[in-house]
């Protein structure tokens, strides 16, 4: 069987399982999730074991230290991936909500119901973990899922894809609605792009790269960010020490997460206070720093900013940092090279606060928080498909209910019309 073919057939039985899965009750796709999580957690050594052979093939591979830290499972992400799963069984079933109902004159109900969207396919790199997340999300909201992962993953990939595959079944879900395509060819995810017949959206993580490929060429809805420009501004009149704990855990907690702060902008009028302190702290945990004039005049040990700095997704300890005047052109920076993912103020002022949130128009936009807070598990939605920077149907991270769409339901008593 040649890729053609094979994606073809996994996208029939997703099909096919879809129309199933989309009448489970609540109590059976619970009792799954429940039973996944478990097996998981039996086979972690067998995970781990099998990991490490893709941890290898990364370091020949020469994987960057952020891609290598997305590829590793240990016991405490083996660990997450089993209660990730547990909290999505937790949570309430969005199919069949109905989230509005009205009358007409003539006395028809109206209402609008939630129902699931049907098949997805979600490509992605390195995270293994996306695989339990993305399954589980999927089953819970009544979708058939098909997962290409990357070549530097697939022995992690394909053991917990056949542990889920397993439980899922056994426990009563059908045959076919989580599948994985164990072929690491390009050419799969071309093939695989263009089942608009059979496939009803894709979910694209991963590098530039891949996201520019799958969106450029797909004949089905794609939903994706195309890179992760997180900026955190520091605020005149700011609490100056929550500000170095937010920027601090902003970029060196995980830099090589895509919810990382990539910028710093500081206000001119507490830029002498602020910055060496804050850059000293930098640099002792190993952060290079990549700073304006302004920035290099205050600290004269921080390297030249280039006009490429501002727009470049760094995902490892660099940080960029520039000085600006006021409020305005902070905004006006973020607007100009952000990415639309996530944006922070560090501020005591209610009403620029308020500015701010208004004009920063990004996926998830924070008042004296860290951005690495942009997840579906810190949000309380259990997991997340991804992470949406697109304004439409779904924006943010995406769970249960990003993943079903609305259809009208209409009763009447005999209606017709004039």
């Known amino acids: 069987m040649d890729i053609k073919e094979l994606l073809l057939d996994k996208a029939l039985k997703a099909k096919k399982s879809a129309r199933i899965l989309a009448g489970v009750s609540s109590r059976v796709k619970n009792e799954a999730l429940m039973a996944m999580a478990d097996g998981l957690m039996d086979a972690a050594e067998v995970l781990k074991s099998e990991n490490k052979k893709d941890l290898e093939y990364g370091k020949e591979k020469g994987l960057s230290s952020a891609m290598m830290d997305r590829l590793e499972l240990t016991d405490k992400r083996i660990s997450g991936m089993a209660s990730g799963l547990k909290e999505i069984a937790a949570l309430p079933d969005p199919v069949g909500e109905i989230t509005r109902m009205w009358k007409r004159p003539n006395g028809l109900q109206i209402g609008k119901i939630r129902v699931p969207i049907g098949v997805i396919g979600i490509i992605y790199e390195s995270r293994p973990n996306v695989t339990a997340d ?20 697939i022995n992690s990939n394909t053991t917990i894809a056949d542990i889920l595959v397993k439980s899922a079944v056994t426990a009563g879900l059908p045959e076919g609605c989580i599948q994985l395509v164990e072929v690491t060819d390009r050419q799969a995810v071309m093939e695989m792009i263009k089942l608009d017949k059979y496939i009803d959206m894709i979910v694209a993580r991963g590098g530039h790269s891949l996201i520019k490929a799958v969106t450029e060429n797909a004949t089905i809805p794609v939903a994706r960010h195309s890179a992760g420009l997180c900026h955190t501004y520091v605020d005149t009149g700011a609490d100056l020490d929550m500000a170095r704990e937010i920027c601090f855990n902003a970029k060196v907690q995980r830099p090589g997460v895509c919810n990382a702060m990539e910028t710093m902008l500081v206000h001119h009028d507490i830029a002498t206070d602020f910055l060496p302190g804050m850059i000293k702290r930098l640099h002792d945990a190993e952060v290079e ?30 940080l960029s940092v520039k000085v600006v005047k006021d409020i305005d052109e902070a905004i006006d920076h973020i607007m100009t090279y952000g990415s639309l993912h996530s944006d922070a103020i560090v501020t005591n002022d209610y009403s620029r606060a308020n500015k701010f949130l208004n004009q920063v128009d990004s996926a998830a936009v924070y008042v004296n928080a860290s951005t690495r807070f942009t997840d579906g598990n810190e949000f309380g939605l259990g997991a997340e498909l991804g992470i949406s920077t697109q304004k439409l149907h779904s924006r943010g991270p995406m769970g ?19």
């Open 134 to 153: 993305a399954a589980g999300l999927c089953l819970k909201s009544g979708n058939a899922i098909i997962l290409r992962g990357g070549s530097e993953a």
């Open 289 to 318: 720093v990549r700073g304006c004039a302004k920035t290099r005049e205050i600290c004269s040990d921080v390297m030249e900013a280039t006009e490429e700095d501002w727009e470049t997704e760094y995902l490892e300890l660099v």
């Open 400 to 418: 249960l209910e990003d993943l079903t769409s609305q259809k009208y339901i209409i009763f009447g008593n005999g209606q017709i019309r004039e």
